[in-house]
């Protein structure tokens, strides 16, 4: 295969982590990538919703991507950033313990999701990325907000 051709198959991606476990998306969905800052709360919003901020006046939903895999809350640290990206045609920010890089992977690369995964795990996870010894769970930034909750980034 040509280097040309294997380059039009390749994408970046941005790996970040998130309750001991290495995650990814595609850069393309990626808008920025901001310091955490606290969330204002919102009234009955899903429990993995924290809030919204200020981005540049426009009001910003805050997913914490821990509680919405079924980690546990984000305690969050001077490493703690939240990425933006886009769903839909809105702006979500996903809070998560930090970014590490940005990976360059060749679809052959990408492995699917393991037939023992659950229904639940593969609809969030588009497939498994092993690398150095490390094995990074692609996502899909539109599985993180369920129908229901598609409103609270509008």
Request: glycine share 6%; charged share 20%.
């Given at each position: 295969?040509?280097?040309?051709?294997?380059?039009?198959?390749?994408?970046?991606?941005?790996?970040?982590?998130?309750?001991?476990?290495?995650?990814?998306?595609?850069?393309?969905?990626?808008?920025?990538?901001?310091?955490?800052?606290?969330?204002?709360?919102?009234?009955?919003?899903?429990?993995?919703?924290?809030?919204?901020?200020?981005?540049?006046?426009?009001?910003?939903?805050?997913?914490?991507?821990?509680?919405?895999?079924?980690?546990?809350?984000t305690e969050p640290t001077a490493r703690s950033v939240i990425?933006?990206?886009?769903?839909?045609?809105?702006?979500?920010g996903l809070l998560v313990d930090a970014v590490s890089d940005?990976?360059?992977?060749?679809?052959?690369?990408?492995?699917?999701?393991?037939?023992?995964?659950?229904?639940?795990?593969?609809?969030?996870?588009?497939?498994?990325?092993?690398?150095?010894?490390?094995?990074?769970?692609?996502?899909?930034?539109?599985?993180?907000?369920?129908?229901?909750?598609?409103?609270?980034?509008?």
């Amino acid at each position: 295969m040509s280097k040309s051709h294997e380059a039009e198959r390749a994408r970046e991606l941005i790996a970040f982590r998130v309750a001991d476990q290495e995650f990814c998306v595609d850069i393309t969905s990626v808008r920025e990538i901001r310091g955490f800052a606290a969330a204002t709360p919102l009234p009955h919003t899903p429990g993995f919703v924290t809030g919204v901020i200020n981005l540049r006046g426009a009001v910003l939903p805050i997913v914490d991507l821990s509680l919405r895999l079924g980690f546990g809350p984000t305690e969050p640290t001077a490493r703690s950033v939240i990425i933006v990206v886009m769903v839909g045609n809105q702006l979500v920010g996903l809070l998560v313990d930090a970014v590490s890089d940005i990976l360059t992977v060749v679809d052959e690369n990408l492995q699917p999701t393991p037939d023992l995964a659950s229904e639940i795990a593969r609809s969030f996870v588009r497939g498994v990325i092993a690398l150095e010894g490390r094995m990074i769970s692609l996502i899909s930034p539109e599985s993180v907000l369920p129908p229901s909750a598609e409103n609270l980034a509008a």
